[in-house]
C-alpha cells in the first residue's frame, strides 16, 4: 500500500483526520479537488463571517451620533468588501497548506474516484491506502423547478465583484437567514421566499418569532407560505413565479417576485456524485454515506466525516469525528463523538445561539408539566442610549424534578460566544441551582443566565 490513509477532501474533518494521524506516526496524503480550507474556510464560515462584520458597520455608525460621535455614513462599497474578504481567504488556504508540508503530509491536486476498496484514481495517477476517509462535504444544491439553474448559490456569492442593488433570497434555513441580515445590513433591498410559515424549523418557536421580528425591521421583506415554481430572467432582472399558500385558508394564489439577482439557499446535499462509490460497494443514499458510530461505512477500512454523512452539518463536527477516526485506527482509543449536545449558533442580526433542548422539543420529549421555562427579555446596556435595535431573549429550558438544565437559548449581541461557554455547563449536566449559585459579571448581558427567577 502507498500510504497507511488517504483522505478525499482538505475541508474541515479531513484536514483534522491527516494531522492527527501523521502525529501518531501514519504515513499520510490528500486528495483534494479544489483549494486547501474546504466549504468552511473557502466559501462557509469565514467568508460568511467577516461579510457578518462588515454588515454590521451599518448600525454602528447610525447609533454613533447618541454617543457623540460625528460620523458621516456613505454607504458600504462592495467591492472593496468582498475583494478584502477574497484576500483573507487566499491567505488561509497558504497557511492550510504549507501545515500540510509541515505535518509531512502529501497533498495530492485533483478529483478523487474509487476504483477499489483499496485504490483512488485521481487524473491519471492510482494510489491505494491500507485505511481511507472520506471528507468531501456538501454542496448547495438547486431547485427542480423551470430555471432552477439560474441565479446563485452560496458558493457564487463569495465570487461575485460587487454586490446587486435587490435580491431575491429562496430558503428558510441559516445559510438563507444569514444572508438575508447581511445582505440588509450592507444596504441590499433583500426579499426572502419561504415555502413554509416560519424561518429557522429546527430551532425554538419563541426566539424564531423574535428573529423574524427583528430581520424585517432590518428591512428584509419576507414572503412565507411561497413554494417558487420556476425562475425567469428579463433583461437585467430576475423573476421568481410563486404559489402562495395561506396559512389560514385553503386558498392559494399565483405571486411574482423580481429583483436584480436571485440566491438559492434551499439546501445542501453530499458531494458524492464522481466518487464511483460503487466500485468499492460503498453503501450510501442520495444525500449522505451511511456510518456507524465509529464513522465505519459498510466496508470496514472506509470511514466518512462532515457533512458528506449528513447528520450533523457543523465544522466543529466534523473536525472531531475526523480526529476520533485517527485516534481509533492509529492510537487505539476507541472513542465516540457525541452527537447529543452540540451548540449552534445562526449568525442572523441580531445573533441566534442555543445548546440542548428547544421549548418545543422538551415539551414533546417529556411532557410540558415536566419542564420549567425561565426568560428573560431586554435591551442590552450597549443599545440604551440610541434607544433603538434589537432586544436581547434569553431562556433557559429545565427539568421540573431533576432540576437539570435541558437547554440554554439566546438572540442577541454575542450570543454565539456567551452560549459556547454556557455548552460546557449543560454537557456537564449542570442544574437552575448550579446557574443560580454563580456569582453574576455585572453589567453584561449574560448575567441574566445566572439570576433568572
Known amino acids: 500500500m ?5 483522505v478525499i477532501g482538505a475541508g474541515s474533518g479531513g484536514l483534522a483526520a491527516a494531522k492527527r494521524a501523521a502525529r501518531h506516526g501514519a504515513k499520510v496524503a490528500i486528495i483534494e479537488g479544489n483549494r486547501v480550507g474546504g466549504t468552511c474556510v473557502i466559501r462557509g464560515c469565514v467568508p460568511k463571517k467577516l461579510l457578518v462584520y462588515g454588515s454590521e458597520y451599518k448600525e454602528t455608525l447610525q447609533n454613533a451620533e447618541s454617543y457623540g460621535w460625528d460620523i458621516k455614513n456613505n454607504g458600504c462599497n462592495s467591492q472593496i468588501l468582498l475583494a478584502n474578504v477574497r484576500r483573507e481567504v487566499d491567505r488561509l488556504n497558504h497557511i492550510y497548506i504549507k501545515s500540510l508540508e509541515s505535518a509531512g503530509i502529501e497533498l495530492i491536486t485533483g478529483w478523487a474516484s474509487f476504483v477499489d476498496a483499496h485504490t483512488i484514481k485521481v487524473g491519471e495517477r492510482c494510489v491505494s491506502a491500507s485505511n481511507i476517509l472520506i471528507a468531501v462535504g456538501g454542496a448547495p444544491t438547486r431547485l427542480n423547478i423551470p430555471g432552477g439553474e439560474l441565479g446563485w448559490v452560496s458558493d457564487d456569492l463569495f465570487e461575485a465583484e460587487q454586490l446587486p442593488e435587490s435580491i431575491l433570497i429562496i430558503g428558510a434555513g441559516y445559510i438563507a ?3 438575508a441580515c447581511i445582505l440588509a445590513g450592507l444596504g441590499i433591498k433583500v426579499t426572502q ?3 413554509k410559515h416560519r424561518l429557522l424549523k429546527e430551532f425554538d418557536t419563541e426566539l424564531v418569532k423574535a428573529i423574524e421580528t427583528e430581520m424585517q425591521e432590518l428591512g ?10 420556476s ?15 395561506n396559512s ?4 392559494s394564489e399565483q405571486l411574482s417576485f423580481n429583483a436584480m439577482a436571485v440566491l438559492q439557499a434551499a439546501g ?6 464522481n466518487l464511483q462509490l460503487e466500485s468499492a460497494a460503498i453503501t450510501h443514499e442520495k444525500d449522505r454515506i451511511i456510518v456507524n458510530e465509529y464513522q465505519q461505512t459498510n466496508i470496514e477500512h472506509i470511514y466518512a466525516v462532515g457533512d458528506v454523512t449528513n447528520r450533523v452539518n457543523l465544522t466543529p463536527v466534523a473536525i472531531d469525528e475526523g480526529r476520533a477516526v485517527a485516534d481509533n485506527v492509529f492510537a487505539g482509543i476507541k472513542r465516540v463523538v457525541n452527537h447529543e449536545i452540540i451548540a449552534t449558533a445562526v449568525f442572523t442580526q441580531p445573533e441566534f445561539a442555543c445548546v440542548g433542548l428547544s421549548e418545543d422539543e422538551a415539551t414533546n420529549r417529556f411532557g410540558i408539566e415536566n419542564i420549567v421555562i425561565y426568560k428573560a427579555k431586554f435591551r442590552s446596556l450597549q443599545q440604551a442610549l440610541p434607544a433603538v435595535g434589537p432586544r436581547c431573549i434569553l431562556k433557559l429550558v429545565v427539568a421540573k424534578t431533576s432540576n437539570r438544565i435541558l437547554g440554554c437559548h439566546m438572540v442577541g449581541n454575542h450570543a ?11 454537557g456537564m449536566g449542570a442544574t437552575k441551582a448550579d446557574f443560580d449559585r454563580t456569582m453574576a459579571l455585572h453589567p453584561s448581558i449574560s448575567e441574566e443566565f445566572v439570576t433568572m427567577v
Not at 248 to 251: I, K
Open 2 to 6: 502507498d500510504f497507511d490513509l488517504l
Open 193 to 195: 421566499i419561504v415555502r
Open 416 to 426: 454565539a460566544e456567551i452560549i459556547q461557554m454556557a455548552a460546557i455547563a449543560v
Open 268 to 273: 445542501r446535499g453530499a458531494f458524492i456524485k
Open 248 to 251: 389560514d385558508s385553503t386558498a
Open 177 to 179: 437567514c444569514e444572508f
Open 220 to 229: 428584509i421583506k419576507l414572503e412565507f407560505g411561497c413554494s417558487p415554481n
Open 231 to 245: 425562475i425567469q430572467k428579463q433583461g437585467n432582472k430576475y423573476n421568481v413565479n410563486c404559489t402562495r399558500n
